[in-house]
Antibody
Framework: QVQLQESGPGLVRPSQTLSLTCTVS??????????WTWIRQSAGKGLEWIGR???????NYNPSLKSRVTISLDTSKNQFSLRLSSVTAADTALYYC????????????WGQGTLVTVSS | QSVLTQPPSASGTPGQRVTISCSGS????????VNWYQQLPGTAPKLLIY???QRPSGVPDRFSGSKSGTSASLAISGLQSEDEADYYC???????????FGGGTKLTVL
């Protein structure tokens, strides 16, 4: 089972771009067994899927965020990243990276989460 | 408003059996397997049930899942205090081309 760890700024100014990185250990990010995924959770609220990327470069994004989201892979560092542009206070949340295991079709490993606050 | 509908809260006493429902539509639960996640206070969600009724290794058999049509259920038997957590259902939605979640159910062990 893979292990994941998020990193990035905890504070982002409104209208700027949120950038987070997820470091993967325990397997290669080039594995064809996983989709690499970002999920967020606003304070006291439920889970919201942001998007996913496969090693072949294929991506899917939440329709409500699609125009602002980019997920990318860095195979040399065994990392994947999230960029969310034009952020507002509504983007303040706990951001998780997760692996979607293809055989199980489920998010079987999660990072511990990183809190990102959007504020001036 | 979440695509999948769960009751916001549930409760039971130690040893009791409780069930949590998850309602969707033909584009998600009706056509795709359902997964359940447990989120203990202050921690990341953890996969509890996948493919409607399969348990990852390490998950006690007190937890079980089922699906019928466009609805799914999570059952917890022999309720224990450490089961107090938030529980989320999830499925792929063919119309949205996105993973969707329920709003979560907060389980209280009385």
């Amino acid at each position: 089972q893979v292990q994941l760890q998020e990193s990035g700024p905890g504070l982002v100014r409104p209208s700027q771009t949120l950038s987070l990185t997820c470091t993967v250990s325990g397997d290669s990010i080039s594995s064809n067994s996983y989709y690499w995924t970002w999920i967020r959770q606003s304070a006291g609220k439920g889970l919201e899927w942001i998007g996913r990327m496969y090693i072949n470069g294929g991506t899917n994004y939440n329709p409500s965020l699609k125009s602002r989201v980019t997920i990318s892979l860095d195979t040399s560092k065994n990392q994947f990243s999230l960029r969310l542009s034009s952020v507002t206070a509504a983007d303040t949340a706990l951001y998780y990276c997760a692996s979607l295991q293809l055989e199980r079709r489920a998010f079987d490993s999660w990072g511990q989460g990183t809190l990102v606050t959007v504020s001036s | 408003q979440s695509v999948l509908t769960q009751p916001p809260s549930a409760s039971g006493t130690p040893g009791q059996r409780v069930t949590i429902s998850c309602s969707g539509s033909s584009s998600n639960i009706g056509n795709n397997p359902v997964n359940w996640y447990q989120q203990l206070p202050g921690t990341a969600p953890k996969l509890l049930i996948y493919n409607n009724n399969q348990r990852p290794s390490g998950v006690p058999d007190r937890f079980s899942g089922s699906k019928s049509g466009t609805s799914a259920s999570l059952a917890i038997s022999g309720l224990q205090s450490e089961d107090e957590a938030d529980y989320y259902c999830s499925a792929w939605d063919d119309s949205l081309n996105a993973w969707v979640f329920g709003g979560g159910t907060k389980l209280t062990v009385l």
